[in-house]
């Protein structure tokens, strides 16, 4: 069965600095998607980035980056250079095709804080 | 490019009533899926519809059902409302049959309450 954790119920950050939002997941398909959405107060669910399982490099989209590391089965969010706006709650999600099949998976959720 | 809606956003309900609620997937996206999300709680997925057919659902009782028209818009029917389906439900499309790499995009959702 697939699996995403997010062990970090909350997280504060100062404006303008860096913060790592915690994923680890867990599967046996060796072919998988892993996403990283934010969900504003206003509850619709924004896709930020996104890294293949067959992936060579750690996927970045501005001020967001992934930091995949298969081995450890953990795709953690960086957030650089944190603005206000960022605060908002952080989904890690799993897509894994098997066996015809298919299931999304998503993790409990992080809620960041910045702080001005 | 019009993105995913939905409709309606509020929807109160009394227990045992039934809910209906629509998704208009992005143009050109053949996928939608719907998930539940209770308060404080992550995405619980629901159904998965794919060229009119249902490809797959989540772990819920039969009384969560839908259906995708030929325009690849949906339907979410909840009978026998319970307390416990108050949630926000969100649909969400995409472009695929469920290949990974293939973005999910979310509607607004609709909040859905059991009195």
């Known amino acids: 069965a697939q699996k995403i954790t997010q062990t970090q119920p909350g997280m504060f950050v100062q404006e303008k600095e860096a913060v790592t939002l915690d994923c680890t997941y867990d599967?046996?398909?060796?072919?998988?998607?892993l996403f990283w959405y934010k969900q504003p107060s206003s509850g619709e669910m924004i896709f930020l980035i996104y890294?293949?399982?067959?992936?060579?490099q750690n996927a970045t989209e501005g001020r967001y980056s992934l930091n995949f590391q298969k081995a450890r089965k953990s795709a953690n969010l960086v957030i650089s250079a944190s603005q206000l706006g960022d605060s908002a709650m952080y989904f890690c999600?799993?897509?894994?095709?098997?066996?015809?099949?298919?299931?999304?998976?998503f993790g409990r959720g992080t809620s960041l804080i910045v702080h001005p | 490019e019009a993105g995913v809606t939905q409709s309606p956003t509020h929807l109160i309900k009394t227990r045992g009533q039934q809910a209906t609620l629509r998704c208009s997937p992005i143009?050109?996206?053949?996928?939608v899926y719907w998930y539940q999300q209770a308060l404080g709680l992550g995405l619980q997925f629901l159904l998965w519809?794919?060229?009119?057919?249902?490809?797959n659902r989540g772990n819920f009782p039969p009384r969560f059902s839908g259906r995708q028209f030929p325009n690849y818009s949906s339907e979410l029917n909840v009978n026998a409302l319970e307390l416990e389906d108050s949630a926000l439900y969100l649909c969400?499309?995409?472009?695929?049959?469920?290949?990974?790499?293939?973005?999910?995009?979310f509607g607004p959702g609709t909040r859905l309450t059991v009195l």
């Open positions: 969400a499309s995409s472009l695929d049959r469920g290949r990974p790499g293939r973005t999910q995009y």
């Open positions: 599967t046996s398909d060796p072919s998988y998607g």
């Open positions: 890294q293949g399982s067959y992936d060579q």
């Open positions: 999600a799993m897509r894994v095709t098997s066996g015809g099949s298919y299931i999304p998976t």
């Open positions: 143009s050109g996206h053949t996928s």
């Open positions: 519809y794919d060229e009119g057919e249902e490809r």
